[in-house]
Nanobody, 121 residues
Framework: QVQLVESGGGLVQPGGSLRLSCAAS????????IGWFRQAPGKEREGVSC????????YYEDSVKGRFTISRDNAKNTVYLQMNSLKPEDTAVYYC??????????????WGQGTQVTVSS
């Protein structure tokens, strides 16, 4: 069965860093684009970053440009999100999913369970 599992979240101080992992099982992700999304309490789920299967096309939401880096290691069947210079407004549950990088969250599939990121002093 197709599954994605997010991990790597936690509690960090402003300015800190985390690396999130999105591990695939039941399929090999080398032919798929993978998106990272986040949802804060009372807010709509929003796109954060996305990477094409080729790895040559990458999207970042404006608020995370220069701070977050998406990458993939197809040999490990995993996509990563390196998050640096974290801000309190980055606090959310972070999800990964399969879909087209130009599509809204509702068009993505195989959502993971999410991993909590909390940025607080």
């Amino acid at each position: 069965q197709v599954q994605l599992v997010e991990s790597g979240g936690g509690l960090v101080q402003p300015g800190g860093s985390l690396r999130l992992s999105c591990a695939a099982s039941g399929f090999t992700l080398d032919h798929y684009a993978i998106g990272w999304f986040r949802q804060a309490p009372g807010k709509e789920r929003e796109g954060v970053s996305c990477i094409f299967s080729s790895g040559t096309t990458i999207y970042y939401e404006d608020s995370v440009k220069g701070r977050f880096t998406i990458s993939r290691d197809n040999a490990k069947n995993t996509v990563y999100l390196q998050m640096n210079s974290l801000k309190p407004e980055d606090t959310a549950v972070y999800y990964c999913a399969v879909g087209g990088c130009y599509d809204p969250p509702r068009n993505f599939a195989s959502w993971g369970q999410g991993t909590q990121v909390t940025v607080s002093s």
